[in-house]
């Protein structure tokens, strides 16, 4: 897995203990496999006299200047294409095969994400049918990184 790099960008910065110390537990795992950096990108509170397009597009604005051109762009939204662990992994590989083995995985705030932060992306990846928090999304991504390193790398995934 030489070269392969992920970065995680999030609105706001991770408050829940659990979900500090369980992306840590997981960011360990995946670091023998791939780098994994994180960018926190600085919410603009819903608050009166600002719209949540506003919200959007201040947000957005940050998230343009984290984009690294030689990445593959892949926004979380819950209303979007989803994969089994197993296809997630090949999609990783696949990208591998191809040379893109820098990956940015964006995850929205409390307001969600922009529309058009959705048309930029690369790809569009729904973690669950469900709705999770940013913070929730944030813990679910690592470890399905970690569960698509191990199965790139054939290792027994702890149950």
């Not at 719209?51 to 984009?67: G, N």
């Not at 051109?69 to 090949?90: G, I, T």
Request: cysteine-free; charged content about 30%.
């Amino acid at each position: 897995m030489g070269g392969l790099s992920f970065t995680i960008v999030h609105i706001g910065k991770p408050k829940v203990p659990f979900v500090r110390s369980g992306v840590e537990h997981y960011r360990k795992k995946i670091l023998p496999f791939a780098s994994v950096q994180f960018k926190a990108v600085r919410d603009e509170p819903l608050r009166k006299g600002l719209s949540r397009k506003d919200v959007h597009k201040r947000e957005a604005e940050r998230l343009r200047k984290t984009r690294d051109p030689r990445s593959v762009w892949v926004v979380l939204d819950e209303n979007s294409k989803q994969l089994a662990s197993e296809e997630f992994a090949a999609l990783i590989e696949r990208w591998m095969v191809r040379g893109r083995s820098r990956l940015a995985f964006l995850i929205g705030g409390p307001s969600g994400l922009a529309p058009e932060i959705r048309e930029e992306a690369d790809l569009v990846l729904s973690l669950s049918p469900m709705t999770f928090s940013h913070e929730l999304a944030l813990l679910v991504l690592m470890e399905q990184l970690y569960r698509a390193m191990a199965i790139l790398n054939k290792l027994p995934y702890p149950r």
